[in-house]
């Protein structure tokens, strides 16, 4: 009995080296980073910071961010949701199986700015696809104006990174579905749409929209590709907040970072709760 009891605080304590990661390089720079924004550059507590979310440039840079998060994860999560269903027909333990699983625990890591590089490289004014199209088809895709450089620039990058990451979160879901729900529907006189619009898809919904959010915020905290490619102003949030730490036109309001981290740990909280909450109904499911 005396050493049952001493199991759990043995076992917990292995936990102890990533409580200390987490604490260190998690909860302390949030609470550092949302603090600042609540001192002005004496110490004094103000809200004057927090009022520069009525600035329009401001609001203009979570919009773009909205708008290019939510883009880049509806479009990876429906070619990431059709990939994973196209390799329901390859075995689990198959070849193309593997090479698909590694290349995307790869690619769905493979960003900042040696994905910046592979895009400039590959599409950019000179890249070699670039080259290619202008020199043997006459097609400028830069005809009217280098849009790489620019927001819509970032959309491809995004999408690069966000399909892989999709087939990571979604694949599992899919192949939790159980052949016994098929063949009581087929035993029963249902369809093939029968099956997916009343048993499959009801039971996947919460799974594809959790990961829907979380495609929404690996782009809404997505920063050293944009950095790396993006040439002129700072269009979205984690670009404003590297201009309001360096810029020298922000003198007396070096802690506006702050305020705008806390808009984005707001934003990240509600995301990361619905994506819970979600996974929660969904493992349901998968037991």
Sequence with gaps: MLSARRRPPAAAFGLLPFAAYVLLFLVV??????GTGFVDQDGAF????????????????????FWLSALTAVIGATVGAAACYALLGAPSGGPLRAVVDSLSGVLAQFGGVMLAFAFIATIGIQGMVTVV??????????????????????????????????????MPALQALKPTWAEANATLGGSRSTYWLRIALPILAPSFLGSLLLLFANAFSSYATAAALTSQGSQIVPLQIRSALTSETLLGRENLAGALALGMVVVMGLVMFGYSALQARAARWQR
């Design 46 to 65: 103000t809200l004057a910071t927090v009022a520069a979310f009525g600035d329009p440039v401001v609001l203009g840079a979570f919009f773009n961010s």
């Design 29 to 34: 720079p949030t609470v550092i980073a949302v």
């Design 133 to 170: 199209l202008r020199d043997s088809f006459g097609v400028d895709i830069f005809a009217d104006g280098v849009w790489l450089y620019e927001m819509p620039g970032l959309v491809l990058p995004y999408i690069y990174f966000q399909v892989p990451l999709m087939i990571i979160t979604f």
